[in-house]
């Protein structure tokens, strides 16, 4: 196994540091890319060689790709859908309605069938959210698998002494890289030499314009991509040791939180939505109380009894089952598919999506 006298720590501060003296410090301290090459035991000219050492080289630096978040099952969805407000509420109502009705059956049913009708909306409730669930999680798993098929590029590199492509996942710390007009940065590049060659830098550095590339400005960064020219560079930082894996694991850490403007509309129209279906819910809620207390405790002047509850109870459900009726919580979810199904079609039909 190779013994390495430099760290991918070392390498990613290398480049992170590339405004303050590490440019300085690559040729005074490093040798410039031919000493780099020595340390990292490849070669500008012919590339990474001995084939069998590449699994040491990962080991030691690092894989050019990024960890995964595990999936979520169709259990965890649908546990996620049962945190709906309404649904809970309309669950409890549920219970307490078959434990009245069973306790206290309403006039014309027996206790064997009284508990029919609040077991069906636990069953209605139960299909909303798995059908919910079932939705999210196949849409989850579309999603991953189109930024897997997004994700994957094919880069030119010299290995043994050839030219050849690889998949952007199977770069090496080490390995040169050909670079020409549009390919896209894989990992973070030290320049070896190249003709006219500028990088758009504007996704990492927001800078407007491209950025030329020589030996007084050797580092290509990855997620960048070439505007124009030919250049050659030895791979240092690949992964999460990248500029680009780095913010990418900043990003990642609050990706639960951020929605998309779309998003937001949807769910703010939603919840206006919804305002309205609680505003019909009270008023019906309220009209059935008042006729039934008039009717009931004016008119006829019954006394107070304990299957009045279960009155009360279905009243509750009634209104609730307004609520549920009324927030359209599908419509962020259906906007989405709608979308992910259109982009299909326009990759289909090879348009750029």
Known sequence: MPEWDVTSQELSELVTNRDSG??????????????????????????LSNEGAYEERIAH?????????????????????????????????????IGLNVGFPPDGETRESA???????????ALVSGVTAGNDWSKDRKFRQLSELTADRMIKVIREG??????????????????????????????????????????????????NKTPEDPWFLSGCMIMEGFARGIVVATGSYSQWGKIKSKLDEDDEDNKTPLQEKLEELAENIGKIGIVAAVLTLTALILRWTIEDYGVNEQPWAWQDLTKLIHFFITAVTIIVVAVPEGLPLAVTLALAYSMFKMMKDQNLV
Do not use: C, R
Not at 22 to 39: C, I, Q, R, V
Not at 67 to 87: C, I
């Open 22 to 47: 590490s440019t300085k410090e690559l040729y005074d301290k490093w040798g410039g890319p031919e000493g780099l090459a020595k340390k990292l035991k490849t070669d500008l000219k012919h590339g």
């Open 61 to 97: 630096f690092g894989p050019n790709s990024f960890p995964k978040k595990p999936a979520h099952g169709f259990f965890a969805f649908w546990f996620e859908a049962l945190q709906d407000h309404t649904l809970i509420i309309l669950m409890v109502a549920a219970i307490f309605s």
């Open 115 to 125: 508990w029919i009708e609040g077991f069906a909306i636990l069953v209605a409730v």
């Open 162 to 211: 050839k030219q050849t492509t690889v998949s952007i996942n199977d770069i090496l710390v080490g390995d040169v890289v050909i670079l020409e007009t549009g390919d896209y940065i894989p990992a973070d590049l030290v320049y070896i030499y190249g003709q006219s060659v500028s990088s758009d830098e504007a996704p990492m550095t927001g800078e407007p314009e491209a950025i």
